[in-house]
């Protein structure tokens, strides 16, 4: 509005002065009350007296676009939290242990995409999730770091609710390594350390080398301090989640939540990405979500979901010989391979 306004009007009025001064004057010339030359002299006074008001005017434009953006700026600033922090948190040092019980979750009102939930994964225990798309596994992962609420039931780690653990603690105890990698504008180091000051570079590149990222972050020419974009489009998706893994290894989690991408990676870097991941979930207690069966066959149980409700659990055998959801799964993969 303010540019709209401000700065025309003060145009127009310089123009309406110009009009006056030339009409007026020109009259006074043919009357012959004033020079030809006294008229141009003030057609100039005219134009070099707007022209400081007009800069001004421009001023005040810059001025209400920054004030604009402060605004916003402080808007988010302002942003009160939905997810609130106890007020006397528990103290906790984090072992591991997960517990949902009876746990029911919408993300809208009443439209429950958890039902019921309930299980229990013990320290250093390797769970795994399976399920048709909108099943609700990555929903259970996000309720594990408290990204949002549930509506009914409990969710206990170490016997704690999470409601009373202080949620910087609980979210820096968990790795997580989401769905979609997110890779930040800067370079190889940066995305892998989160730019955080505590981590060494050697804690970095051993990071790296444990889960393999190493040999292709050598091969770039600059190596560790290879720019990277936004996005990672640079990178392939194999790297871009090997990259991930070494991120969530340089925070040394005690859980680990992984949500495997369905991408399509070719075979040498799947196999890659496997043995990183076995070197990851050393020692920790592990949630994963799969879509191919073939990476969890190893896990100490398999929850099958279905609709947001626990269709099947148990080992992959043990699953195998139930013959149900799971088993046909398996077998269509197979058929597939
Ligand atoms: N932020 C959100 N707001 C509202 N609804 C959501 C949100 N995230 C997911 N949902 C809904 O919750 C349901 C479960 O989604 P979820 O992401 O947990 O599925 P999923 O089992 O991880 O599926 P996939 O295998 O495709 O990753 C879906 O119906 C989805 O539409
Ligand atoms: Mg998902």
């Given at each position: 509005m303010t540019f709209a306004i401000f700065r025309p009007s003060i145009y127009m009025l310089s123009v309406f002065a110009m009009v006056i001064v030339i009409g007026q004057g020109s009259a006074s010339v043919l009357e012959g009350t004033v020079s030809l030359g006294t008229l141009f002299v003030f057609i100039n006074y005219i134009s070099s007296f707007f022209e400081p008001i007009q800069e001004l005017a421009e001023q005040f434009g810059t001025l209400q676009s920054s004030l604009a953006s402060a605004e916003k700026i402080f808007s988010i600033l302002d942003e009160e939290p939905e997810i609130a922090n106890p007020e006397n948190p528990v103290p906790v040092e984090i072992k591991g242990k997960i517990e949902f019980r009876h746990v029911w979750f919408a993300y809208e009102k009443d439209d429950y995409i958890l039902k019921d939930v309930s299980f229990c994964i013990e320290p250093g225990e390797k769970i795994a999730f399976v399920g048709a798309t909108g099943a609700g596994k990555s929903s259970i992962l996000n309720l594990i770091g408290r990204y949002y609420d549930i509506q009914r039931g409990e969710i206990l780690i170490d016997g704690v609710n999470i409601r009373e653990i202080d949620k910087d603690a609980l979210r820096h105890a968990i790795g997580q390594v989401q769905q979609d990698v997110f890779i930040f504008t800067g370079d190889v180091k940066g995305n892998i350390s989160?730019?955080?000051?505590?981590?060494t570079q050697e804690e970095i590149e051993r990071a790296a080398h444990i889960v393999n990222a190493d040999s292709f972050i050598n091969k770039m020419p600059k190596g560790f301090d290879e720019p990277v974009t936004e996005r990672g489009s640079t990178l392939s998706a194999g790297q871009r989640q090997l990259l991930s893994f070494a991120r969530t290894l340089a925070y040394q989690p005690t859980i680990l939540v992984l949500d495997e991408a369905t991408a399509n990676i070719d075979t040498e870097t799947e196999s890659l990405i496997t043995e990183a991941l076995e070197k990851l979930m050393e020692g920790r207690t592990t949630i994963m979500v799969a879509h191919r069966l073939s990476t969890i066959q190893h896990a100490d149980k398999i929850i099958v979901m279905h609709k947001g409700e626990i269709r099947e659990s148990g080992s992959h055998q043990e699953l195998l010989q139930l013959g149900g959801m799971y088993k046909k799964l398996y077998d269509l993969q197979l058929v597939e391979a």
């Open positions: 989160l730019n955080n000051e505590d981590i």
